[in-house]
C-alpha cells in the first residue's frame, strides 16, 4: 500500500513540474473576444479568426490583423442577409492606453495606423436583416413562374420566413445562374438571364428583385461529323447518325466523353476531342446545328508492368487481384480507373492514386500509390429512445488483419433495457470481386414489454450487390440458443423457454432514397426470410417473412410526404405443433411502429394478471405530412394504421388500431431529433389514450 502511494506521489510530482516548465515556456496569445452575434457565434466566430491568424497569432495585433478579422464577421453576417454591419472595436494597447473605433466594412475609413493591441474585443450591430420578399421574372416561357420562383425559394417555412430568403446580391445571381444553366441544358444556348432592378427598404429588410430573361432560338442537332486524326471506330456509326435532338454545351461535352471512351477501350488513353458547333439561321425560332468533332486519336498505347506503392502492411497479392489488367493490355483509363475504385473499397486505404511512368510513350507502366488507414479505431457510440432510455456503447475496429485487407468489429452497447455485444469478422470479395462475407458473434440480453429476451449465436453471411435488381442480396446460415426467461406472454409454451435455432436467412434491400438520415424524396425497400429447420442443427421449424417500402417526396415547397408499409407473417410448416418460441413472435409498438403504444405494446392481452399476446401476422402503415417551421425545425402529422393476428389462419389480421399524432423535429448530422405524441383513436378497451415518444432518427 505504502509503495502504491509512493508511485502515486511521484507521478503527481512528476506531472505538476512539466505542467510549470509548459506554463512558462507558452507565449500568451493576444485576446479576442466577439459580442453581439449570440452565445454560441460569438464563440464559433472568434474560433474562426483564430484559425484564420494560425501561427500569426501571437501576444500582439497589428492593425491589418484587426481589419481583416473585421471584414471576415461581415463577409460570415453578408450570405444571412446582414449586408450592413456596424462593428466597433475596443483594442487594448501595449502601452497601456485604450482605442476604441468603428470598422468601415467598405474600406472607406480606414483604422488608426500602426496598432499594437494585446487584447481586442470585437463588439457587433448585424443591423436589419434584408430579406427577399418578391422576385419578378419576365420573358420565360419555357418555365412557370411558380417553377422559376423555386430557384429564389428553395423552401417554405411557417415561421422564421426572414432567414430562410435571407437575401444577399451574390445569393440572388446564383440564383439567376442557375435557372440559365437550366435553359442552356434544354437547348436554349443564347439564353440570358439578368437581374435589372433591385429595390431595398433599408429600414424593413424588404428587397424586391427584377428579373429579366432573353431565351433567344432553340437549337436542335441537324448532323454530327468526325474529323479524325488516326483510325476509324465501328462504335463510332451512331454517333454519326444522331440528329433531331436539343443541342447544349452539356450535351457537347457528353459527345465528347462518348467518343473518348470508344477509344479508350481500343488503347488510345490520349484521344482529345474539340466540339464545334455550326448554328444555321433560326427557323420557327428553332435553329439547326451543325456539330463538328475533331478527334485526334494519339497512339496506342499498351501496358507494361503495374505496380504498388506506399503499401505497409497489405500484401501484394490482395492488390493485384483488384487490378485484374497485365502486361501487353491495351492501357484503358476506364478500367484502371475501376481497379482504383476496387482499391479503395477494401476499406483499409485514406486514398488511391494513379499515374503512369513514363507519362508518355508506346508501353506505360500504372503505378497506384496507397495511402493506408489506422489499422487500429475506437469510438464511441451513443443514442436515446423513449423505451430504451439512453444507450451508450463502444466500437474497436481493427482493420487490414494479417495484411489481407480483412476487419474484425467489436460492438459493446448498454441501455437502461438492453447489453449487447456483437463481433463481426468481414472479408471483402471472398468469391471474385462482387461477393464479401463474414462472420458474426452476438449476444444480447433485453427487456422487453412483456418478457426478458436472451440470445446468443453466431451468423456466417454472404453479401453482392444485385445490379439488375438495384440492390444488395445476403445469404446466411445462424445458430442460436434463444431464451425468454419469467414470460408475460399468455401466449409463451412453458416448454419452449429455451431453444436452440438453426435457420437459412435471405434479404434483399434497395435504398434510392436521397439521404438516409434525412430522406425528402426517393423510395426504399426490402425483405427478409429466416427459414428454420431441425436438418440444418436447430430443434425447431418455422418461416418468419418481413417485407416492407417507404417512400418520400415533397408536396409544394417546404413540405414532404413521407410513407412506409411493412408487413410480417411466421408459419411453422414442418413442425410438428403450432407452438413457437416467444422471441420470433412480433410484438408491434413504439417510436417506429405505432406511436400511440410503447416499445411491444400494442400487442394485445388476455388473462388476469393480463399477459401479452405475441402476433404471428401483422400489417402496419404509416403516413406523415411534415411542414418546415425552419431551416431545421419542422412539425409532424401523422397516422399509423396497424393491423394484427395472434393465428396465421386469421391472415393478413383480423384487430385494427389506429393512431393519429403530433411531432415536432430538429435537425442534426445524424439524424431528426423526434418529439411526438400518438394519440389512439381506434383501440381496445385496455389500451391507454396515447404515448409521447422522445427518440432519434427516422422512423421508417
Known amino acids: 500500500m505504502k509503495r502504491g502511494r509512493l508511485i502515486l506521489i511521484a507521478v503527481l510530482v512528476l506531472f505538476c513540474g512539466l505542467a510549470v516548465t509548459w506554463a512558462k515556456d507558452k507565449i500568451p496569445s493576444a485576446k479576442v473576444k466577439v459580442r453581439g452575434l449570440g452565445w454560441i457565434e460569438d464563440r464559433t466566430t472568434r474560433s474562426a479568426i483564430e484559425r484564420l491568424w494560425g501561427e500569426k497569432l501571437g501576444p500582439e ?17 453578408a450570405p444571412k442577409g446582414y449586408q450592413r454591419p ?16 468603428p470598422v468601415d466594412t467598405t474600406l472607406m475609413n480606414a483604422p488608426p495606423p500602426s496598432l499594437r493591441a494585446k487584447s481586442v474585443y470585437f463588439d457587433v450591430d448585424r443591423g436589419v436583416r434584408s430579406y427577399l420578399k418578391d422576385v419578378t421574372v419576365e420573358g420565360l416561357d419555357t418555365l412557370s413562374k411558380t417553377a422559376a420562383r423555386e430557384y429564389f425559394f428553395s423552401e417554405v417555412a411557417l415561421v422564421g ?33 439578368k437581374v435589372v432592378e433591385t429595390h431595398e427598404d433599408q429600414k424593413t429588410g424588404e428587397v424586391v428583385v427584377k428579373v429579366r430573361v432573353n431565351q433567344g432560338a432553340r437549337w436542335d442537332l441537324s448532323s454530327v461529323r468526325l474529323e479524325i486524326e488516326g483510325p476509324d471506330l465501328p462504335e463510332l456509326a451512331s454517333i454519326k447518325a444522331r440528329k433531331g435532338v436539343p443541342w447544349s454545351t452539356f450535351r457537347g461535352q457528353d459527345l465528347a466523353e462518348e467518343i473518348r471512351h470508344a477509344y479508350y477501350k481500343k488503347g488510345y488513353p490520349d484521344v482529345r476531342v474539340k466540339i464545334e458547333t455550326n448554328p444555321g439561321p433560326p427557323v420557327d425560332n428553332v435553329r439547326p446545328v451543325e456539330v463538328v468533332a475533331h478527334v485526334h486519336t494519339g497512339m496506342q498505347v499498351g501496358i507494361g508492368q503495374v505496380k504498388f506503392t506506399g503499401q505497409q502492411r497489405t500484401r501484394e497479392s490482395v492488390l493485384r487481384r483488384r487490378v485484374q489488367i497485365g502486361p501487353g493490355d491495351p492501357l484503358n483509363p ?13 476499406g483499409i486505404f485514406n486514398s488511391v492514386d494513379l499515374s503512369y511512368q513514363p507519362p508518355d510513350g508506346p508501353v506505360r507502366d500504372p503505378v497506384f500509390t496507397l495511402s493506408e488507414q489506422k489499422p487500429l479505431e475506437t469510438n464511441l457510440m451513443a443514442g436515446y429512445g423513449s423505451y430504451e432510455r439512453l444507450r451508450g456503447g463502444v466500437e474497436v475496429i481493427q482493420r487490414n488483419v494479417f ?19 456483437n463481433y463481426t469478422y468481414s472479408v471483402p470479395e471472398i468469391f471474385g470481386e462482387s461477393v464479401d462475407g463474414s462472420a458474426k458473434l452476438f449476444g444480447l440480453r433485453r427487456e422487453e414489454s412483456a418478457f426478458r429476451r436472451e440470445e446468443f449465436g453466431s451468423t456466417i453471411t454472404l453479401k453482392r450487390n444485385l445490379p439488375f435488381l438495384g440492390a444488395d442480396g445476403t445469404v446466411g446460415y445462424t445458430y442460436q440458443s434463444l431464451r425468454n426467461n419469467d414470460p408475460g406472454v399468455s401466449s409463451a409454451d412453458p416448454n419452449l423457454r429455451h431453444t436452440r435455432v438453426a435457420s437459412i436467412d435471405l434479404s434483399l434491400t434497395h ?7 434525412r430522406p425528402r424524396k426517393g423510395f426504399r425497400w426490402y425483405t427478409q426470410a429466416e427459414l428454420a429447420q431441425r436438418q440444418l442443427g436447430g430443434q425447431t421449424d418455422y418461416q418468419r417473412i418481413e417485407l416492407g417500402a417507404s417512400y418520400h417526396t415533397s408536396w409544394g415547397r417546404g413540405r414532404w410526404i413521407h410513407a412506409g408499409l411493412s408487413h410480417g407473417f411466421i408459419t411453422t410448416f414442418g413442425a410438428s405443433g403450432g407452438n413457437l418460441i416467444v422471441n420470433k413472435l412480433f410484438f408491434p409498438g413504439g417510436e417506429s411502429s405505432i406511436r400511440g403504444y410503447r416499445e411491444g405494446e400494442a400487442a394485445p392481452r388476455e388473462g388476469f394478471p393480463p399477459k401479452f399476446v405475441g402476433q404471428k401476422t401483422y400489417a402496419l402503415l404509416n403516413l406523415e405530412l411534415e411542414q418546415a417551421l425552419t431551416k431545421d425545425w419542422s412539425v409532424i402529422l401523422f397516422t399509423d394504421d396497424l393491423g394484427e393476428a395472434t393465428s396465421i389462419r386469421h391472415y393478413p389480421f383480423d384487430t385494427e388500431l389506429v393512431t393519429v399524432g403530433l411531432g415536432l423535429r430538429y435537425q442534426t448530422l445524424i439524424g431528426p431529433v423526434r418529439l ?25
Not at 495484411?403 to 455485444?421: C, D, E, M
Open 161 to 193: 420566413g426572414k432567414a430562410a430568403r435571407a437575401y444577399s446580391p451574390g445569393r440572388v445571381e446564383r440564383s439567376a445562374d442557375a435557372i440559365e444553366s437550366t435553359l442552356r441544358q434544354r437547348g436554349y444556348a443564347e439564353a440570358t438571364v
Open 403 to 421: 495484411g489481407r485487407a480483412h476487419q474484425s468489429r467489436l460492438q459493446l452497447v448498454q441501455s437502461f433495457k438492453s447489453s449487447r455485444v
Open 61 to 77: 495585433l497589428d492593425t491589418n490583423q484587426i481589419e481583416d478579422a473585421a471584414l471576415f464577421i461581415a463577409s460570415n453576417l
Open 334 to 346: 476506364l478500367e484502371l480507373d475501376k481497379a482504383r475504385y476496387r482499391l479503395g473499397r477494401l
Open 86 to 101: 456596424t462593428i466597433t472595436v475596443k483594442a487594448a494597447l501595449v502601452d497601456g492606453s485604450v482605442k476604441k473605433f
Open 511 to 517: 435504398d434510392g432514397r436521397d439521404n438516409p438520415l
Open 676 to 700: 411526438e405524441y400518438g394519440y389512439n383513436a381506434k383501440k381496445r378497451p385496455e389500451d391507454t389514450k396515447g404515448t409521447l415518444h422522445f427518440s432519434i432518427g427516422v422512423p421508417f
